[in-house]
């Protein structure tokens, strides 16, 4: 009979250490990086702009990751509905070379009627160098249609300065270009004579994204161009003025 007891007491023994083991035992920390690798074990310290340190599990390792591979993370027992995506830490280049390039629209009134709109669009890029975050000095080149189909165009060409207010991922922006816009004659629209001339273009947007090669930029600002173009038909026709447009640019910063 003692036997019987001394069996029921080692079974319950055995069986709550088993229950405690089981409950004391934490689910590991998971690391997912960007090239689909994954490892399992205790977060022993994580920098989220540096690195992390993981102590794996069943081998007592201490492995270091840098956090800009970290693609996500599962601490312990957290579902993984709510899941935390790790935020790529801030690398926009505040100084160096740099390339802006956009396409844009514009709109703004017609030379031929008052209340008509006439719409248009272009693209440019620009190369130059950013000394500080808050101020780059660059050169461009671009080519703008401003009445579709009529051949009044321009190539222009200008230096710019520009900056971001802020070092963050998402930043105001502001860009100021100042130039020369070419024009040229077209037969085919009968345009026998075109003088392009200045042209000045301020803007303010909006910078989104912090890397260091790859950034999107969203701005508006007012165009104004100086140009004639001479159409002869029957009769010899001058169109001489200053073209006033607001346009609306997306492009990428590299």
């Known amino acids: 009979m003692k036997m019987k007891y001394f069996l029921i007491l080692v079974y319950i023994l055995l069986f709550g250490n088993l229950l405690l083991g089981q409950a004391s035992e934490a689910k590991p920390d998971v690391v997912y990086l960007k090239n689909g690798s994954i490892f399992k ?120 300065v520009r900056g971001y207010l802020f070092s963050k991922k998402w930043t105001p922006t502001y860009s100021f270009a100042v130039g020369h816009g070419f024009a040229f004659k077209d037969e085919d629209r009968n345009i026998t004579q075109a003088d392009g001339g200045w042209m000045i273009l301020p803007a303010i947007g909006i910078r989104m994204g912090g890397a260091k090669t790859m950034n999107f930029t969203l701005d508006a600002g007012v165009k104004i161009q100086k140009g004639k173009f001479e159409f002869t038909n029957w009769e010899v026709t001058e169109h001489r003025m200053i073209y006033r447009r607001l346009v609306v640019r997306a492009g990428f910063i590299f």
């Open 41 to 160: 074990g205790e977060i022993l310290d994580y920098h989220p702009d540096k690195q992390l340190k993981l102590e794996l599990s069943n081998s007592g390792i201490i492995i270091t990751l840098e956090s800009k591979k970290v693609k996500k993370i599962i601490q312990g027992d957290v579902d993984s509905v709510n899941l935390k995506r790790v935020e790529r830490p801030y690398h926009f280049r505040e100084k160096g070379f740099y390339n802006a390039t956009y396409v844009m629209a514009n709109a703004g009134g017609s030379a031929f009627d008052v209340t008509e709109t006439n719409y248009g669009f272009g693209v440019q890029t620009s190369f130059g160098y950013q000394f500080h975050r808050l101020l780059g000095v660059g050169v461009g080149i671009g080519m703008d249609y401003y009445y579709k189909g009529s051949g009044e165009n321009f190539m222009p060409v200008f230096g710019e």
